[in-house]
């Protein structure tokens, strides 16, 4: 069961992609019950969401996984 109106989905898009002052590298979404639902606020982002390690692995799943390579 969505927690979130299917209409509501891409707002920490929009917010993110139309916002004045935001900067590179800001992350949005839900502001409530860990971060699933609520109001759209700069969200936190985690370790391993920052660390380059994490994110070669992650682009290598979806390159075996699609097989497309964007690297």
Request: glycine content about 12%; overall charge neutral.
């Amino acid at each position: 069961m969505a927690t979130q109106p299917v209409a509501q989905g891409a707002l920490p898009q929009l917010r993110a992609a139309t916002e004045p002052g935001v900067r590179g590298g800001q992350f949005f979404g839900p502001s409530g019950l860990w971060e699933t639902r609520g109001r759209v606020t700069e969200a936190r982002l985690s370790q391993e969401a920052t660390e380059p390690a994490v994110g070669t692995r992650l682009w290598a799943a979806a390159a075996d996984l699609t097989g497309v390579s964007y690297l």
